[in-house]
């Protein structure tokens, strides 16, 4: 037996035991991630990096396709712009990594690195907006920002993560929230079709929503131990940032007028839902449409077949290249083929593809999903039919058993004593009526540590009084424990 048989795959904590370190064992045993020399940053190894890659290149295509066009603003903000708009800055402050000194000399001005670009973006947009002919200016940025996180995780909260972020800017107000919803509806599309994880669709309560917006929408995803995680937000920003920062329009009327402006985004913390909503104790488990490896092509059987087994392989992995899969074959003679079961299923790959002397001489191959462990044995040459039906039914599923967690683990509640053992004695999301004040919202938090996660769009049932003081309730709210 090889040296690395021996070790095998090492063991990953069940999620039951700890759903934490089950959650650190599977990032970096599937070499997503290392932890960077400064405290709370981590470095994006090649497996890790792909899947943002691929989560670019799904959004990107989905932004162009509704009129949005990339630019890039400057990492460092000065600090006078931040004043311009108070509630901002408030929200912000305790997170604001500043510069003071730069070429041995004190700068005059502090300078900020960048938490989020509304200020510059602002700045600029008063200088390029001065007509109505100028509007609507639609424009995103792939960009990294800082955060000086008192508490991290990897991907979940980093002190450095990479997004994007929209800003447009609009003359009516009707216009800019049309325009908030449509992106909500993007990232629904994206998150739920391509990642595979439903979300619930909803606005943040007052308390809840980014600092300077009017309004704030969001999709909550639900992890396996239960826990809220904000999948992605758009906010609609009315003429706050416009005020502050003069962005002003000469209209048809020719009056002038501020613009409304909105604001929204998706960063890396999404790449912790994926892993935790899809997961298990085998480690990773990717849906074919965002896993950077579709198939792993592993040839198996004695050393005396191995040159005409693995050039057999080497022409079937050409072929599914050509084909549009993303595909990998591993030849490699001092790891067992066990071993790399266990290691691709470790590292999530939706279909391991078999091929051996036998398999090769009855014109066959043999599939396996990562998903259910099934093992499909197909005839070679109905390959590249099948192949794409199979990886269809692996997203389907994998959506629909995320989509089953999350119904099943999903309550309502009518009390704050009730809402507060839901909480406390199981895990998932609690629906409970609210009447609007914010310190029956407070209360909740300090009963059973769950916070607001929204007031969703359609609620699966209307409550009629607020659960925690029993007057008329305003509206249905999820409630639950978050990242």
């Not at 990492?75 to 006078?80: A, D, G, M, V």
């Not at 216009?175 to 993007?186: G, H, I, N, S, W």
């Not at 659960?467 to 409630?479: N, T």
Request: net charge negative; hydrophobic share 40%.
């Amino acid at each position: 037996m090889a040296k690395q048989d021996k070790q095998f795959v090492k063991e990953i904590t069940p999620q039951s035991e700890d759903f934490s370190r089950w959650y650190i064992d599977v990032i970096r045993k599937a070499d997503l991630m290392d932890y960077a020399p400064v405290r709370g940053c981590i470095v994006f190894k090649p497996d890790g990096y792909e899947l943002w890659e691929g989560c670019q290149r799904e959004l990107d295509r989905r932004f162009k396709e509704t009129g949005h066009r990339n630019a890039y603003f400057p990492l460092f903000i000065p600090e006078s712009f931040f004043q311009k708009e108070k509630e901002h800055v408030e929200g912000f402050n305790p997170e604001l990594p500043w510069v003071t000194e730069a070429g041995g000399e004190k700068l005059e001005e502090r300078l900020a690195v960048r938490p989020t670009s509304e200020t510059i973006i602002g700045h600029m947009y008063a200088q390029w907006i001065q007509s109505y002919r100028d509007l609507p200016v639609l424009i995103n940025q792939w960009a990294n920002v800082v955060r000086w996180e008192k508490r991290t995780l990897p991907f979940l909260r980093t002190s450095e993560f990479l997004w994007q972020e929209g800003h447009t800017a609009h003359a009516t107000a009707e216009e800019a929230e049309a325009e908030t919803r449509q992106m909500l509806d993007v990232y629904t599309d994206f998150v739920e079709s391509v990642l595979a994880i439903p979300v619930f669709r909803g606005q943040k309560t007052p308390s809840e929503k980014f600092a300077g917006a009017v309004s704030t929408y969001s999709l909550e995803a639900m992890m396996k131990d239960g826990k809220a995680l904000q999948a992605a937000t758009s906010h609609y920003l009315g003429q706050n940032f416009a005020k502050g920062f003069d962005i002003t329009f000469v209209d048809r009327d020719n009056t002038l007028k501020h613009v409304y402006t909105t604001s929204w985004g998706l960063s890396t913390r999404i790449l912790g839902a994926l892993i935790m909503v899809h997961g298990d104790d085998r480690g990773l488990q990717l849906p074919p449409k965002i896993a950077p490896t579709q198939v792993i092509i592993i040839p198996i059987g004695p050393q005396k077949e191995r040159e005409r087994v693995v050039a057999h392989a080497t022409d079937c992995l050409k072929r599914l290249q050509c084909a549009g899969f993303r595909v990998r074959m591993d030849a490699r003679e001092d790891f067992s083929p066990g071993w790399k079961f266990n290691e691709y299923e470790m590292r999530g790959i939706p279909v391991r593809l078999e091929i051996g002397p036998r398999d090769i001489d009855s014109g066959q191959v043999v599939l396996v999903r990562r998903d259910t462990g099934e093992k499909l044995v197909i005839p070679e040459a109905q390959l590249l039919q099948q192949l794409p039906e199979l990886l269809d039914g692996i997203q389907r599923d994998m959506f629909a058993a995320a989509k089953a967690f999350q119904e099943a683990h999903s309550y309502v509640a009518h009390s704050l004593d009730e809402l507060s053992e839901i909480i406390t004695n199981q895990r998932g999301f609690v629906l409970a009526g609210w009447c609007g004040d914010d310190a029956c919202e407070r209360a909740v938090k300090d009963a059973c540590g769950a916070t607001s996660r929204n007031i969703p769009f359609d609620p699966p049932t209307r409550l009629d009084n607020c659960a925690v003081c029993g007057k008329p309730a305003a509206h249905s709210v999820w409630y639950a424990k978050a990242y």
